[in-house]
């Protein structure tokens, strides 16, 4: 689509003049021309659509651990931290303002990353997400293995060795200064360590001690399968074998160098390096093996019937025993957006993500969960609400999680949206399952002080609460969907409306599940939903307005009573210019689900699959 070119106020004025000056000078025998009114100037709008992206790039990862095959980890570049889980994977989110370079557990609930400046970073469960740990260094730490969830070791740069005891991590001298790349605990009398030159050390429950290693090349990975079989992998392909006395080089097959070393049994060993180099032991010899892939390989995981490996931008291969396959990252879905400015936009999704835009570039603010979040709005930039299983409120400068339901509680809630009447007042709509796989909703008022739930009256079982806007703290809207018996169970489209004192439903036209709802005021307000529904309230009632499309929609913004936008299913977004509603084009497919804006000429649209667009003049 050709975006229509807009004049700038002043040079439309200018124009406007002179044509109105020669059409005066061209009348024949007319005596005076009075410049009089100047037409109606247009009104500067969003003509196109831009689709950015607000998510940082796919990260190189440096290490990997997992639990079994089904739970895998891996940590890498940019605070990069994914997990494997119920088939997919997906991005967590942490505090740590360096790379990551090491990952090891000792159960699914206690995992150690380590990276640069010294930064250790546990996972204890998703009730902490991944949280800093001090560890007395600023050094870069590398690599992190134990033998037990009391008895870790981290190595790193300039022959740096620390180690927890259960409690607390302190320096242990290593005696070498040269930079340390791996270690690995047999138990808690055998731990090996491997770093530059050939270096390798040996820790026997009492000190630290330089073993020969019969090479001058880098190492930069060791595993073991027990005490007596011992493996390091380095630079031009070497590999050394430990078989309980001392170390010897082995052929590996290649010339590569190799990164990373891991295996499922003594019989079973993989390593993995730069251009896509990967060899197996199968407990006679090593041998390359072909994935169809060049990229740097920096880790690997599992064994010969799930094995993991991975590198650089974020390249996942997986094999099952039988062939390989390509994994990725998928984009989390960004669920909603909101703006104070047109430098300060923020964006709330799936997997703990929360993106800002500062006017020039998007950045990701950490909330240490992958828990979704589904609405993000506020009163202003240092005044913003994310909600969705968790609800999060940013003041002065950082996140704080605000308790929003009562203690003990036996349900799960979330929330679906939130709005902001001012800093001291705002409203939330919530669901939860009460344990019999039903269904409930609830509404929750924010008094300045506290959160709590709201008086509503109406069926609680089979009702969803989806969108809530108000134009002022005594007309607040609500929209959702009760399930009726109807030839059958069946959602149909619900309002409700609060004056101030109490909620009461609305008599509306009958419609699907209505999802979305914006007012340019207390007499101007659209609602939209399932099956290309959208409702107008002129004031004193609701009507049904025709919007070409059967799709769903799910959102609806405007910056005027006659620029306002729906987004939906299908990368549909619908403009009304205060007579008809027109479809866009959007340049996606993807499911859109939220729109917000700062003025005609400037709003944001995100959706599926990491989908932002910027609608512009």
């Not at 895998?72 to 088939?87: D, F, L, N, P």
Request: aromatic letters at 12%; hydrophobic letters at 35%; one cysteine or more.
């Amino acid at each position: 689509m050709t975006p229509t070119r807009f004049l700038s106020s002043a040079r439309w004025r200018r124009l406007q003049r002179g044509a109105y000056a020669a059409t005066c000078l061209s009348v024949a025998g007319l005596v005076g021309c009075s410049e009089g009114p100047l037409p109606p100037e247009p009104e500067i709008t969003v003509t196109h659509w831009v689709q950015e992206s607000g998510l940082p790039a796919p990260r190189s990862l440096f290490d990997s651990w997992g639990s079994s095959a089904s739970t895998v980890w891996a940590v890498g570049a940019s605070r990069t931290i994914v997990q494997y889980q119920g088939g997919k994977w997906t991005t967590w989110a942490a505090h740590a303002p360096h790379d990551l370079h090491g990952l090891w557990g000792s159960s699914d609930f206690d995992i150690w990353a380590v990276g640069g400046g010294g930064t250790i970073l546990r996972y204890r469960g998703t009730s902490c997400g991944w949280c800093d740990v001090p560890s007395g260094t600023g050094q870069t730490l590398t690599s992190v293995w134990g033998s037990s969830a009391s008895d870790v070791w981290a190595v790193g740069e300039n022959g740096t060795i620390i180690r927890f005891n259960g409690t607390a991590w302190a320096a242990v001298a290593s005696g070498t200064t040269r930079n340390l790349h791996g270690v690995w605990a047999g138990s808690a009398s055998n731990v090996w360590a491997v770093g530059d030159a050939g270096t390798i050390l040996h820790f026997n429950g009492s000190s630290w001690s330089t073993v020969p290693s019969g090479t001058t090349s880098d190492l930069h990975s060791i595993w073991g399968s027990s005490a007596s079989n011992v493996w390091a992998v380095g630079s031009s392909g070497t590999i050394l074998q430990y078989d309980g006395s001392s170390w010897s080089p082995q052929p590996s097959g290649t010339t590569k160098n190799l990164l990373d070393v891991a295996g499922g049994s003594a019989t079973d060993v993989w390593a993995v390096g730069v251009d896509g180099a990967v060899v197996r032991y199968d407990g006679a010899s090593w041998s390359s093996i072909s994935t169809g892939h060049s990229e740097t390989l920096q880790t690997v995981w599992g064994s010969s019937t799930s094995l993991w490996v991975i590198g650089s931008e974020a390249t996942m291969l997986h094999f099952d025993g039988a062939g390989w396959s390509g994994k990725n990252v998928a984009p989390p879905a960004l669920h909603d957006v909101w703006a104070s400015s047109s430098s300060d936009v923020w964006v709330a999704g799936s997997e703990g993500t929360v993106l800002r835009y500062d006017g020039s570039s998007w950045s990701a603010t950490m909330t240490g969960t992958i828990a979704p979040y589904y609405a993000i709005t506020g009163t202003s930039a240092s005044d913003v609400w994310a909600a969705g299983y968790e609800l999060l409120h940013y003041a002065n400068g950082a996140w704080s999680e605000v308790d929003w339901i009562p203690p003990n509680d036996p349900f799960t809630w979330w929330i679906n949206d939130i709005w902001a009447a001012s800093p001291s007042e705002a409203w939330a709509v919530s669901g939860y399952f009460d344990g019999y796989s039903n269904s409930n909703s609830s509404i929750h008022y924010f008094d300045s002080t506290k959160w709590s739930e709201a008086p509503f009256s109406g069926q609680t079982s089979g009702r969803t609460l989806e969108g809530v806007w108000g134009s002022s703290r005594s007309s607040v809207w609500v929209v959702g969907a009760e399930e009726v018996l109807q030839n059958g169970p069946t959602w149909q489209g619900r309002i409700w409306h609060y004056n101030g004192t109490a909620w009461s439903s609305a008599p509306i036209p009958t419609s699907g599940i209505l999802y979305g709802i914006w007012g340019s005021s207390s007499s101007d307000v659209w609602a939209v939903g399932g099956s290309g529904t959208i409702l107008h309230y002129d004031g004193s009632s609701w009507s049904k307005v025709a919007s070409g499309t059967t799709v769903t929609l799910r959102d609806v913004w405007g910056a005027s009573a006659s620029n306002v936008w729906i987004v939906g299913d299908f990368g549909t977004i619908l403009r009304y210019d205060g007579s008809s509603w027109l479809k866009m084009e959007s340049g996606t497919e993807q499911i859109l689900l939220g729109i917000w804006g700062t003025s005609a000429s400037n709003a944001w649209v995100v959706g599926d699959r990491g989908t932002i667009l910027h609608g512009v003049p």
